[in-house]
């Protein structure tokens, strides 16, 4: 069973710093791209950034560019979201999701249970 | 990079068909099969209800359909039932390995 766990989410003032993890089980990791959407309070989902699965590559929404990295560890089957500079609009819910199969973006067949990050002072 | 256009709300009526539209530009859906839609009850992760514009996943059910027409895609939900009052969300590749998706529309199941 395909199973992805977030953590690291919490509530930190406008200027901080946050790094997220995403733990998965139950498939081949490296072979698979995974993603971080994240959802505001009451607003819809919003793509944030990718890492292919052999971690050679890395995208990133324009929203959040220059103040995100996305990273990680095959060895763990651990995927990173390091966020700095955070703002009150970064507040939001930040789920992880794994493509549906290799080499396609934005069919996400699995979704951890999310980490909400709340920025504020 | 603009968010898919999806109305905000659509409704019917238990046994019904209903249709939910997502448009997007030729740099989006008009340029790839890549068209997927998401299912999301309230406090839950979405779940996955079509791939690849009109391909159902294990598990679905088949009174789920996608399609695409030019730069907009569809998801129709026929036979409705109370269990398919959800957000929806369209997701389309956008080229440049980026994602866009819907704004997200609120069936209800009156």
């Known amino acids: 069973e395909v199973q992805l766990l977030e953590s690291g989410g919490g509530l930190v003032q406008p200027g901080g710093s946050l790094r997220l993890s995403c733990a998965a089980s139950?498939?081949?990791?490296?072979?698979?791209?995974v993603s971080w959407v994240r959802q505001a309070p009451g607003k819809g989902l919003e793509w944030v950034s990718a890492?292919?699965?052999?971690?050679?590559?890395?995208y990133y929404a324009d929203s959040m560019k220059g103040r995100l990295t996305i990273s990680r560890d095959n060895s763990k089957n651990t995927v990173f979201l390091q966020m700095n500079s955070l703002r009150g609009e970064d507040t939001a819910i930040y789920y992880c999701?794994?493509?549906?199969?290799?080499?396609?973006?934005?069919?996400?067949?699995?979704w951890g249970q999310g980490t909400m990050v709340t920025v504020s002072s | 990079q603009s968010a898919l256009t999806q109305p905000a709300s659509v409704s019917g009526s238990p046994g019904q068909s209903i249709t939910i539209s997502c448009t997007g530009t030729?740099?989006?859906?008009?340029?790839?099969?890549?068209v997927s839609w998401f299912q999301q009850h309230p406090g839950k992760a979405p779940k996955l209800m079509i791939y690849?514009?009109?391909r159902r996943p294990s598990g679905v059910s088949n009174r789920f359909s996608g399609s695409k027409s030019g730069n907009t895609a569809s998801l129709t939900i026929s036979g409705l039932q109370a269990e398919d009052e959800a957000d929806y969300y369209c997701?389309?590749?956008?080229?440049?390995?980026?994602?866009?998706f819907g704004g997200g529309t609120k069936l209800t199941v009156i």
């Open positions: 999701a794994k493509d549906q199969r290799p080499g396609v973006l934005g069919a996400f067949d699995n």
């Open positions: 139950g498939f081949r990791f490296s072979s698979y791209a």
């Open positions: 890492i292919s699965g052999s971690a050679s590559s890395s």
């Open positions: 030729s740099s989006d859906i008009g340029n790839y099969y890549l």
């Open positions: 690849e514009v009109s």
């Open positions: 997701c389309s590749y956008a080229g440049g390995n980026i994602v866009l």
